[in-house]
């Protein structure tokens, strides 16, 4: 079974740009979950998707945002690029249905603003 | 709203000692309890993780404790080896809609020595 699986693994911006960054879960998976890593913030969660519908969000500013696709599939994009928006993101897939709800992550995308 | 304090934050042992990781939780609705190994340049892995009914759980050299009343959980590697070097995260999550969102530790970074 394949894991989870993010593109690109590396990016970099200029400050006041948007980007895009994907994420497909684990098959059969409906719930996928964005997090942000900084050396200073440790592991911050941003938002969660399940069923095309956002079903949780962080305390994160409206620059960030996401969607999910049919096919489960999730986008986040954040606009207006900031230095501190530097930061290695990640995506956990987990099943959401019944008791196997492990979140299982991928490799990350890793931003560089400059 | 949920907050985990993990200690300590750096951990140096011998091979073939053991390690031992705690974290404490402040949300009471908390119920389920992962851990997770993160390697230079990768993803997060999921260890191991122990829900709220549970007191104990072991898979090979590494067990988790939870105490419910106390609001902390452990994380215990018995016979330590090289390769188990590596960022240990604690988390915790709510059930029902919330399992898409986990909230992190800050992270114990682990070094055994050969």
């Known amino acids: 079974k394949a894991g989870v699986t993010q593109t690109p693994r590396y990016l970099i911006k200029t400050r006041g740009q948007q980007v895009t960054l994907s994420c497909s879960p684990i098959?059969?998976?409906?719930?996928v979950s964005w997090y942000q890593q900084t050396p200073g913030q440790g592991l911050q969660f941003l938002f969660e998707?399940?069923?095309?519908?956002?079903?949780n969000k962080g305390n994160f500013p409206g620059r960030f945002s996401g969607r999910q696709f049919s096919n489960s599939r999730s986008e986040m994009n954040v606009s207006t690029l900031e230095l501190g928006d530097s930061a290695l993101y990640l995506c956990a897939s987990s099943g959401a249905q019944g008791g196997n709800t492990e979140a299982f992550f991928g490799q990350g995308t890793r931003l560089t603003v400059v | 709203g949920e907050n985990v304090e993990q200690h300590p934050s750096t951990l140096s042992v011998q091979e073939g000692d053991s390690a031992v990781i705690k974290c404490t939780y402040s949300d009471s609705a908390s119920n389920y309890f992962p851990w997770y190994k993160q390697e230079l340049g990768k993803g997060p892995q999921l260890i191991i993780d122990?829900?709220?009914?549970?007191g104990e759980k072991k898979d090979q050299r590494i067990a988790v404790t939870l105490n419910k009343t106390a609001k902390h959980f452990s994380l215990h590697i018995t016979e330590t080896q090289p390769e188990d070097s590596a960022v240990y995260f604690c988390?915790?999550?709510?059930?029902?809609?919330?399992?898409?969102?986990?909230?992190f530790g800050q992270g114990t970074i682990l070094t055994v020595h050969p």
């Open positions: 988390a915790g999550r709510r059930g029902g809609t919330s399992y898409g969102k986990l909230t």
């Open positions: 998707y399940f069923s095309e519908t956002q079903r």
């Open positions: 122990i829900r709220s009914n549970v």
């Open positions: 098959s059969g998976h409906r719930s």
